[in-house]
């Protein structure tokens, strides 16, 4: 049907309305569309211009270089070396397990660094390089580099790695580094985004562990450009960071070397320290270990050995093991007892072998007893009777008040790992620590260093050096950081009567010079060292009265760990003291046979600067002892000695 010219005109007027509306409704939002791109382009251009550009920038950390560590004469102890590595970025690589097996061919691959790689790598963005392969030689990344067409995503690359080229002549000192872990971040607070770098090395132990602070640096940075999936493409500038402080040490590396062989296979400490500066020469724990073995990660049976190992290799005997002193204590119990006026130098005491305290009997080392015998013959001859009569009088707190005051019992402020305080026992620390209260007998042990005494190799060489000089020297290790020397305040003079000091001194110049010195044997001939020392004896077992009735059995009969402990204490030359020697040989023996040897001869070297003359020992010993040399200079192995560039 056709419609009438109204109705098509009522029609298109409809449509021209509606069309009107919709063609306004899209001018309005194309408008509404330029004027947000506008707003976008150009109001807020910078804005999202700096969004790009952050997005497009990654600021990357860059690892400081390790401070050094240096002997008194600037020979290298610690350093950084190149370590070859090979990574491997997965997606470049394609088939992983084929690159793997051609790379294989080139580069001896460790199974447990390999597993530990691939595990990393399933749990890693695929454009992160992992290392694949650590330590590697000069010789294989060379091989790794001219066959690279061939190894799709493998790259050898250079970093820094901790090296200790006298291997375990200073392990107990410096200590070593190892990759950081969770648990060595979980210790810290507000860590370092530093050490949040996979297997950036810290130090774990030792020097290297308390010095960390300074020996770590601080971190450069760098600026790289990255794609939308965050692979870097290529490194647009980068700014250095500041290396960790140089440690120089006042530890003599020949001193040390030789001391660290001198010990042998014993399980032993000894203490070198400088009798006017307080400076720590040689500190040696026997046996010991190669801290190199740490640095990229100890593998699990070789560790097993060394915890295993019953002369515990890992611990520092020297600053962490403590002793009870035994007849090294007794120039303390004479000093105490000269201070308070109780007895003087040639007053003298009846040794019959024994005394009689609150019906117990306290024996002296000798059994038929020493007789009449003074200060100086008691020292020379380790009267323990004279020393018991000498406490009963004096009491335990001033001989614990004397004890402190030349060194025991105080933790000595050293940046070494486990420094130990030893023990100066008192009545109220018996009542607080035992719950018990003191007793007379408890005395006369501490009198000879026995019963709670204890004291460290450390604390006995700043007792030695104490009363060679008279002065309150403090054992310092750290020389001078960054060529900054880090010298202390100067030592005070002891308060103790320097006439008491050189009646001590006489009866332990008698011990080693004396025919009748404990010591004798191990004395040193050359008229300007003489020593002066002090043999000790401490007990690990107690001896029963039905075993002194049938005879006490020997050393040498008893397994080894139920022997006694060997210690010897000596300064030189006695006239004008240089150095202080404390040594201790756990489970062996009697100081005068096991320790004394051992002290003579490692002062010899000190007073000497190296291997001394024949003719300062014995002419009995001068054969024995040109064989033990020629046989430390083979045990020594040859050392990769360096030194600091002066230039």
């Not at 493409?233 to 062989?261: C, F, K």
């Not at 024994?354 to 059994?367: A, D, G, Q, T």
């Not at 035992?434 to 260093?449: H, Y």
Request: proline share 6%.
């Amino acid at each position: 049907m056709r419609k009438s010219p109204a109705e098509v005109g009522e029609s298109h007027t409809r449509l021209t309305r509606r069309a009107l509306l919709l063609g306004g409704a899209q001018l309005a939002f194309v408008g509404a569309l330029g004027l947000r791109m506008r707003h976008l382009q150009v109001d807020q251009a910078d804005q999202f211009r700096l969004l790009a550009e952050e997005n497009r920038i990654n600021i990357r950390l860059i690892p400081p270089a390790r401070g050094e560590l240096f002997d008194r004469n600037g020979v290298v102890l610690a350093r950084n070396e190149p370590s070859y590595r090979i990574t491997m970025v997965r997606e470049d690589a394609g088939d992983v397990d084929d690159v793997i097996s051609r790379l294989a061919t080139l580069v001896e691959l460790d199974p447990d660094d390999l597993d530990r790689a691939m595990t990393e790598m399933r749990r890693s963005p695929p454009f992160l390089p992992i290392t694949v392969a650590d330590r590697v030689s000069w010789e294989e990344m060379s091989r790794v580099a001219v066959n690279a067409p061939a190894l799709p995503g493998i790259t050898p690359e250079v970093g820094l790695s901790r090296y200790y080229p006298l291997r375990g002549d200073l392990a107990h000192v410096i200590g070593y580094v190892g990759p950081i872990s969770d648990y060595d971040l979980s210790k810290i607070e507000n860590p370092d985004q530093l050490l949040r770098i996979p297997r950036f090395q810290i130090g774990k132990v030792g020097l290297e562990g308390k010095m960390e602070n300074n020996l770590r640096g601080k971190a450069g940075t760098k600026r790289v450009e990255v794609n939308a999936v965050g692979r870097v493409m290529r490194e647009l500038d980068r700014r250095e960071g500041q290396p960790g402080d140089d440690v120089q040490l006042t530890i003599d590396q020949q001193l040390q070397s030789y001391t660290q062989a001198r010990l042998g296979n014993e399980s032993a400490a000894a203490v070198i320290m400088d009798c006017q500066s307080g400076d720590l020469l040689a500190i040696a724990s026997s046996p010991t270990f190669d801290p190199n073995l740490f640095v990229e990660g100890i593998s699990v049976p070789a560790y097993r050995a060394l915890t295993e190992n019953d002369h515990r290799p890992l611990a520092a005997k020297s600053v962490q093991g403590t002793y009870p002193p035994g007849s090294t204590f007794k120039m303390i119990t004479a000093l105490a007892a000269l201070k308070e006026g109780l007895f003087s130098p040639d007053d003298t005491v009846w040794c019959p072998g024994h005394l009689e305290v609150s019906n117990r009997r306290f024996h002296c080392w000798k059994r038929g007893g020493h007789g009449h015998v003074g200060l100086t013959q008691a020292l020379r001859e380790s009267c323990d009777v004279y020393f018991y009569q000498l406490a009963l009088e004096v009491g335990i707190d001033k001989i614990s008040a004397m004890s402190t005051k030349l060194g025991l019992g105080i933790r000595h402020d050293l940046p070494m790992s486990g420094v130990a305080k030893g023990l100066n026992p008192t009545r109220d620390w018996k009542a607080q620590v035992r719950g018990e209260s003191w007793v007379i007998g408890d005395t006369a042990n501490a009198s000879i260093g026995q019963g709670f005494v204890l004291a460290s190799p450390m604390q006995l060489a700043v007792m030695t050096a104490r009363l060679a000089s008279g002065l309150e020297l403090q054992p310092r290790l750290v020389k001078s950081v960054n060529g900054v020397e880090q010298a202390g305040a100067a030592p005070q003079t002891l308060d103790i009567n320097p006439t008491h000091l050189d009646q001590v001194r006489r009866g332990m110049y008698a011990v080693s010079n004396h025919r009748r010195g404990t010591a004798y044997g191990s004395r040193i001939i050359a008229d300007e060292y003489r020593l002066a020392g002090k043999t000790g004896t401490s007990q690990v077992r107690n001896i029963t009265a039905a075993e002194r009735a049938r005879g006490v059995t020997r050393n040498e009969d008893l397994p080894w760990n139920r022997r006694d402990h060997a210690l010897f204490v000596n300064f030189a030359p006695y006239d004008t003291p240089r150095v202080a020697v404390s040594v201790v040989v756990e489970h062996g023996g009697g100081g005068s046979k096991a320790a004394a040897p051992i002290a003579r001869d490692i002062t010899l070297q000190a007073l000497y600067g190296g291997t001394p003359p024949l003719s300062a020992y014995p002419s009995k010993d001068r054969a024995k002892i040109e064989e033990q040399q020629e046989e430390l200079d083979r045990l020594v192995p040859e050392r990769e000695i360096t030194r600091r560039n002066r230039a």
